[in-house]
């Protein structure tokens, strides 16, 4: 592993700065550690010291787009009083922050279908990211009044949401991606419709049904894991 000198951390920063552009307009499939090394003037083997192949570089990307778009939400979410534009600002924000790296997300999405992938969305080996994404909505949703079984579930139906909103938006060939925006204005406002109508006490039992239906499935993580992400960002985590 590289030693975290002031050199060293900028020569690996260099060398995941031409991944990403190489990734983007060569793609990800096509791009080797040969040409990473190439384009930042080092040697093959001076790169694997940094970087132990592709999917290293994508770990970090992944770090690096979580660590981005939590610093601007938090940011800005304090600003807004109304849940629905907090919840469209965390999504949109997401969206600019990927809006140019579709072709490469696309070419990531396979390993979806590989739980035991590093780099699955879904898998474990991003169980951080999803934590700290989660963690992003929990605190976009914490001056809202609702149940506890409410608040205890919506950081990860939220988080589905987003993912769900992803997908549509690899897909999404409007201009600019204008219904992927058009979709996530509907999705948060059929959210936080639904939250209202959820808050009313005869509606207790179907809230304890879904929060046990979720637990049972192992898809409600503790609230310790998510609140150990709330409020920070990579200057203070």
């Known amino acids: 592993m590289f030693k975290t000198t002031h050199k060293g951390l900028a020569t ?3 060398l995941f700065d031409v991944a990403l552009g190489l990734f983007r307009t060569r793609g990800f499939e096509a791009t080797t550690m040969r040409d990473i090394a190439t384009g930042a003037g ?6 694997y010291h940094y970087f132990d192949g592709k999917d290293a570089i994508v770990a970090v990307y992944y770090d690096e787009v979580q660590q981005r778009h939590a610093a601007r ?27 140019a790296d ?3 997300l696309g070419a990531l999405l396979r390993y979806t279908g590989e739980p035991t992938h590093p780099l699955s969305f879904l898998g474990r080996g991003t ?14 949703v914490a001056d809202e009044p609702m149940p506890d079984d409410v608040r205890a579930i919506s950081p990860l139906l939220l988080w589905a949401m ?25 999705a ?23 929060r046990t239906m979720l637990d049972e ?7 310790t894991e998510i609140d150990r992400h709330r409020g920070s960002t990579p200057d203070n985590q």
């Open 12 to 14: 690996r920063q260099r």
């Open 42 to 47: 080092m040697s093959l083997g001076a790169a």
């Open 73 to 99: 939400v938090r940011g800005a979410v304090r600003q807004l009083p109304k849940l629905a534009d907090r919840l469209k600002l965390a999504l949109n924000i997401k969206l600019d922050i990927l809006g």
């Open 102 to 104: 579709r072709p490469l």
């Open 127 to 140: 169980r951080e990211i999803q934590l700290r994404s989660m963690a992003v909505f929990a605190d976009a």
């Open 162 to 186: 987003h993912m769900g909103v992803l997908l549509y938006f690899l897909y999404d060939e409007s201009p600019g991606q204008r219904r992927t925006r058009v979709l996530v204005d509907r």
């Open 188 to 210: 948060v406002d059929l959210f936080v419709g639904s939250l209202r109508i959820a808050k009313l006490p005869p509606l207790r039992p179907i809230r304890a049904r879904v």
């Open 217 to 223: 499935a192992g898809l409600v993580p503790p609230a």
